[in-house]
């Protein structure tokens, strides 16, 4: 079923405000994060993938697929980006021990070492933006007791 305008309940200015400021938040942590991983000499999506090949639950295979759609991107996007990041010493590609037609990702020393230090300013940032941000969540989503 296609929803027309009118179909759409009115938000009020109070609800415009709120997803407003908190979309600004997320703006401003997004745009803090950029600046730390340049200041790193790493593009941003760079770092979110190191990020992400970092933050891969154990045991689980991290193909270019799966980074993909954990990134967002489409997988030739996340290819090339691996390739990228293979080419700059930050990623290892290993052959998979259960399937050898496939290759799971690893950061090296290098990238480890680059992706705490990005990480430890990220936490450290989020926490200082905490009360923000779970101020702006609970003018959307008030807590139900």
Aim: aromatic content about 4%; overall charge positive.
């Amino acid at each position: 079923m296609t929803h027309t305008q009118d179909d759409v309940a009115p938000l009020t200015q109070a609800e415009y405000e709120a997803l407003a400021s908190f979309r600004h938040t997320l703006r401003r942590f997004a745009a803090f994060s950029a600046s730390a991983a340049r200041a790193q000499g790493l593009p941003p999506q760079q770092h979110q993938a190191l990020l992400a090949i970092r933050g891969w639950p154990e045991g689980e295979p991290l193909t270019i697929g799966a980074l993909a759609g954990h990134l967002l991107v489409a997988p030739h996007s996340a290819a090339e980006m691996v390739g990228r990041l293979v080419d700059s010493g930050l990623v290892e590609r290993l052959a998979d021990t259960r399937d050898r037609r496939r290759q799971s990702l690893k950061l090296t020393r290098r990238a480890d070492t680059l992706l705490a230090r990005l990480s430890r300013a990220h936490i450290e940032e989020i926490r200082h933006m905490a009360p923000e941000l779970i101020r702006r969540l609970r003018r959307i989503a008030p807590a139900s007791d």
